[in-house]
């Protein structure tokens, strides 16, 4: 996985509560095993009409709004507990998601694959919300080392909550294989210490 410390980035609003798996990654794409090619249709049937054109008023399609942090509304990623949902939102290109809930299997499997799910207060939501759709310019930066996620150029500022193990694998781009392999010495020591 890719290393997270900080990011720096402009973010889409996505205004909607209750976002499940089904919208996030339709079931009848799920049928591939790779993570490849998921990004493509990322949230097809609200960025596609049936007859495959583009629906000019989702915000995914609006190109005043572009960068690698997703703003959604309460309660994302409910629903399956399909893995292919975090597939589809870093195979479109996000690293973080920021909502004032998240469904727990949607937040274990966005961590695995090293999307930062970023959970705030309504309250700061509703701030950040307001505050991108009306200048989609404004830059939101997300520091994991410090649990902090920040409106650039503004006193708006938040702590959040991540698990301890998951935030030592992103900070340094393990997966759970590769801690248990950095761990080998300490593992190996440990076991030579057993009396059997």
Known sequence: MEKFTTLRSTAIPLNIENVDTDQIIPARFL????KKGFGDN????????K????????VLNDSKFTG???VAGDNFGCGSSREHAAWAIVGYGFKVVVS?????????????????PVQVSEAFLKTLLHTIKAHPETEIEVN???QTISIVGSEASENFEIDAYKKTCMINGY???DYLINNKNLI???????IY
């Open 31 to 34: 049928k591939a095993t790779d």
């Open 51 to 58: 007859d495959g054109s583009e629906n000019k008023d989702f």
């Open 42 to 49: 990322v949230f097809r049937d609200w960025r596609f009409h």
């Open 100 to 116: 004032s809930f998240f469904a727990d299997i949607f937040k274990g499997n966005a961590l695995n694959n090293g999307l930062l």
């Open 188 to 194: 190996e020591a440990f076991e030579a210490q057993k």
């Open 175 to 177: 997966d759970d294989i």
């Open 144 to 146: 994991l080392q410090n």
């Open 68 to 70: 690698s942090i997703l």
